[in-house]
């Protein structure tokens, strides 16, 4: 789960705070240029899935499996050049915001929640 100061900055990027305990009443918000999140905010950051930025080639190729996407995206990297299918097929890891993922993406027409939610079910293959 991410911290209450994390959320913070997530919510409220740039503002400044400071935070004097382990809740949002402990809050002591220095910013007067935005709006201090309401707790309901924080809570419903708070539960939502953090994305992995990490994940293995296989666990990668079996939850594009599962979303119908793993031929697609072989074809999109046999169609570039040998250095991108070297990448792509000799990746110890895949990043999410690696270049040749995010190219794919948008070849494909895919939303960055898509992708987000290709690796959050990537992460959860064992």
Known sequence: MTSLTTALSELRPGAQWVLRGDT???LEWLDTEQVVPTQAEVDAYLASPVVPQLVTPRQ???????FGLRQQVEDYVNSQDITVQDSWNYATQIERTNPLILACKSALGK???ELDQLFILAASIV
């Open 111 to 113: 939303t960055d929640e």
């Open 24 to 26: 949002l009443g402990d």
């Open 60 to 66: 990668i190729r079996l939850a594009l499996y599962q």
